[in-house]
């Protein structure tokens, strides 16, 4: 039986199943932030490249934290982090420096939840090379 095409639209009319977002629950979010604040309770710069809804910031900001995220969509929720929509894999590639925690991605705590369903997601469907093999070269993408 051939599988059929199923569209989950989200209250702003995005596709779930395209954008592979589904929220943390809130207690997940509590216990990295507590987790990682015990491990750098120094740390100041916060970087989530799937921002999504910010769930995973909240306790970041809460604890006086600069947080900063991108998402490869807009979903509108940008009270917590200054936000950026762009594609973590493209702007990543574009300050590679032989390791994702280099001098160009400067942050103290970096946390995510990204999109992992590749049954749902197009995006890891059409990169699943590149993302296999760490390259960096993926396929455009057009939210």
């Given at each position: 039986m051939a599988r059929h095409s199923k569209i989950i639209?989200?209250?702003?009319?995005?596709?779930?199943?395209?954008?592979g977002y589904y929220s943390t629950p809130d207690f997940i979010a509590r216990f990295l932030t507590e987790e990682m604040l015990r491990i750098k309770p120094t740390g100041k710069k916060v970087f989530d490249p799937c921002l999504g809804k910010e769930e995973l910031l909240r306790y970041?900001?809460?604890?006086?934290?600069?947080?900063?995220?991108?998402?490869?969509?807009?979903?509108?929720?940008?009270?917590?982090?200054?936000?950026?929509?762009?594609?973590?894999?493209?702007?990543?590639?574009?300050?590679?420096?032989?390791?994702?925690?280099?001098?160009?991605?400067?942050?103290?705590y970096y946390i995510a939840n990204p999109p992992y369903n590749c049954h749902e997601v197009d995006y890891i469907q059409k990169n699943k090379p590149a993302l296999k093999t760490g390259s960096c070269s993926v396929a455009a993408t057009n939210p």
């Open positions: 639209l989200t209250s702003k009319g995005h596709d779930r199943r395209e954008s970041f900001a809460e604890a006086g934290k600069d947080v900063y995220g991108i998402d490869i969509f807009d979903f509108g929720c940008h009270k917590l982090a200054s936000f950026e929509q762009k594609d973590f894999l493209e702007y990543y590639a574009s300050v590679k420096d032989g390791s994702l925690f280099n001098n160009s991605l400067d942050y103290d």
